[in-house]
């Protein structure tokens, strides 16, 4: 009998492994992995010995799973954020922790105390962002970092309908991935970089812009706060599930080479099209696979190193999974689900509160549990309640009360009474 190990590795120990790997074939130095993975060459070694010796999970971090020796006790966290709220709400971390240590004796980083509070949702001390106008060197290797963004220009000039060019060109070699879509949003992000994945692989790093395709523009709402994460976006959960770094770009000219690249197109594609006489998305879409073939042909450059640090494109059906809108909804008391405006009927036997909803790029839609699919059918029209009839009431007569009802009865007062009032 053969007894399989699963370990369940984050995305970036699946990035390490996949560059630790490349170190074992010989296609990429430690000294250029540790660049790669921002490590030092001696914690590089270190993780290539682990991995001759137990294998991939041995790039797991030894402290999953347990409390840090390092953590501050929650009584002391609570003394302070108490202290901090009464005394120096409007004070910034690094004044306040020099008073707590000077007028209290507790002593913690001013960046404890700032993540502490972002946790919290206080972020009018946030320090200021400082604009970067440094130039940045290519990256070496293909694959290791590539640039997407949407330009949104008339491309048909008047042929057609306006439409958006999302495009991947990556850093390292300058390679072009294109596509044209009727709007930037989540869809064609997700369909976009399925195309781009299946025909190149996975890169390390996307870097885009701040779109809400890409950013999640909401405020962390009090679970995210407790548990310290960050909103991400529908593409930004995919591609963290996936194992992919997203940067986002600050200003247009952090990403300036697909800036550049639009600038190139809106002024060489726009005559190309024109020339053949194209004003449908569907036409524009196949003249873009013959036309970059050939712009890639002239225009890319050889990377400094020859190492392809893509990984291979996972299964169909796990990409298909990951590369879709998941939605939570709430399984009520008779198996039915909401969704979209819809009622659907569930008949897979669960025992859950709630329900994931994936709406596939290809249209269909999937309900899920923990990953199993349940079984289900929308529920075309509500059932209608009829109506009771109501029934008619008779008129009823009215009641006359009989003389010697205590109502018709009046309270006077005494004969001498009044006599003793009119007298006066």
């Not at 409007?90 to 707590?100: R, S, Y």
């Not at 770094?245 to 099209?273: C, M, N, W, Y």
């Not at 169909?316 to 009520?332: F, N, P, S, V």
């Amino acid at each position: 009998m053969i007894r399989e190990d699963r370990v369940t590795m984050s995305g970036k120990e699946l990035r390490r492994v996949h560059v630790i790997r490349h170190v074992l074939d010989r296609k990429l130095t430690q000294v250029k992995a540790a660049t790669v993975l921002g490590l030092s060459p001696r914690q590089v070694r270190r993780l290539v010995t682990r991995v001759r010796q137990e294998g991939d999970g041995g790039l797991v971090h030894r402290g999953r799973g347990q409390p840090s020796n390092r953590r501050i006790p929650e009584g002391h966290k609570t003394k302070i954020l108490r202290l901090y709220e009464t005394r120096y709400g409007d004070f910034g971390p690094t004044l306040a922790v020099e008073k707590l240590a000077e007028r209290h004796g507790l002593t913690l980083s001013d960046e404890t105390l700032r993540r502490w509070l972002r946790g919290r949702g206080i972020e009018h001390f946030a320090r200021r962002k400082r604009p970067h106008r440094a130039w940045r060197v290519r990256k070496t290797h293909v694959g290791e970092l590539v640039q997407l963004d949407g330009s949104h220009h008339d491309w048909f000039e008047g042929r057609g309908p306006r439409c958006v060019l999302l495009a991947y060109i990556d850093d390292a070699s300058s390679r072009v991935f294109a596509r044209f879509y009727t709007h930037e949003g989540t869809i064609p992000a997700m369909d976009s970089f399925q195309r781009y994945v299946r025909r190149y692989g996975l890169p390390l790093a996307l870097y885009t812009d701040r779109h809400s395709t890409y950013q999640a523009p909401a405020a962390p709402t009090i679970e995210e706060q407790l548990a310290g994460v960050e909103p991400t976006s529908q593409f930004g959960r995919a591609l963290h599930e996936l194992g992919v770094e997203l940067i986002a770009a600050h200003s247009p000219h952090a990403k300036g080479r697909v800036e550049r690249l639009f600038k190139t197109f809106q002024d060489r594609l726009v005559k190309e099209l024109r020339l053949a006489k194209i004003a449908t998305l569907a036409a524009a879409n196949h003249f873009l696979d013959d036309y970059l073939s050939r712009y890639n042909r002239r225009f890319t450059v050889p990377p400094a190193q020859p190492t392809d640090l893509h990984r291979p494109c996972p299964a169909r059906g796990a990409l298909d999974r990951i590369l879709c809108i998941k939605t939570t909804r709430a399984l009520r008391r008779d198996w039915t689900v909401a969704h979209n405006g819809q009622l659907y009927q569930v008949h897979t036997n669960v025992r859950a509160r709630q329900v994931v909803m994936e709406d596939r790029l290809d249209g269909t839609l999937r309900m899920t549990h923990r990953g199993h699919v349940l079984a289900y059918h929308p529920i075309a029209a509500r059932p209608v309640r009829l109506a009771e009839p109501r029934s008619v009431s008779r008129r009823h007569r009215p009641v006359t009360q009989a003389r010697t009802h205590p109502w018709r009865k009046r309270v006077l007062p005494p004969r001498e009474f009044l006599a003793a009032a009119d007298s006066t």
